[in-house]
């Protein structure tokens, strides 16, 4: 099946710093997310990005799916940006499904 | 627009124990799955429904959990005679899906938090 690997697995930081995090994957995919999950558990969609770059207010994503990896950027990082962020991917199986098969995750620690 | 609903939010029970959890989709979505997640890890796949159909089944779903959709709405996972390892959240995705459609992502639910004394 599908391989997600994640990098790099932990980051700490200072507040208004800005981080990318990457995201790499084995075989060619039909979906792509990006998630943050927040200290009590909830994964919160942050992009759906198969292809192509998004932004939104001060997270943009960029996914080159001929070249297997995706991009999160965190720019003037915040507090509140700590948690674990998972790259998510997918593609169609015999059963039609769109199982998402998710990275070990990365842990951010963004200190005030 | 609700969200995904998944209750409880939490459960506590004894080993040997049978649990039941829902799973209410956004109304329009005909996919439904299901992934659990242990401390540390990503959440991994479970089982998916379209409409009611049960159509994929992960090794990781023994015999002891059993998934149903009925009417193609809500869905529930029973866990029977619980064992320590099943301490997990189990947590539940939806999305819409038409043959030909656009791609669109899969929304989850709050989880149900699992503790096994």
């Known amino acids: 099946g599908i391989q997600v690997e994640q990098s790099p697995p932990d980051l700490i930081l200072q507040e208004g710093a800005n981080s990318t995090l990457r995201c790499n994957f084995s075989d060619s995919v039909n979906n792509l997310q990006w998630f943050h999950q927040n200290p009590w558990g909830q994964l919160i969609n942050l992009f759906y990005i198969p292809s192509g770059t998004k932004q939104n207010g001060r997270l943009s994503a960029t996914t080159v799916a001929t070249e297997r990896y995706s991009l999160l950027y965190i720019s003037s990082s915040q507090t509140t940006d700590s948690g674990v962020y998972f790259c998510?991917?997918?593609?169609?199986?015999?059963?039609?499904?769109?199982?998402?098969?998710f990275g070990k995750g990365m842990k951010l620690t963004v200190n005030p | 627009d609700t969200g995904v609903s998944q209750d409880p939010r939490h459960k506590i029970t004894k080993r040997g124990q049978n649990v039941t959890f829902r799973c209410d989709p956004i109304s329009e979505h005909n996919r439904l799955y299901w992934y659990r997640q242990t401390l540390g890890q990503g959440p991994e796949f479970l089982t998916y429904f379209q409409n009611e159909a049960q159509l994929e089944k992960s090794r990781l779903l023994s015999d002891r959990f059993s998934a149903e959709r009925p009417k193609g709405s809500f869905s529930t996972l029973e866990i029977q005679r619980t064992e320590q390892g099943d301490s997990a959240m189990y947590l539940c995705a939806t999305h819409s899906w038409a043959t030909g459609g656009k791609g669109q992502p899969q929304h989850f639910g709050d989880g149900t938090r699992l503790s096994i004394l």
């Open positions: 998510a991917v997918a593609s169609l199986t015999q059963g039609g499904s769109e199982k998402l098969v």
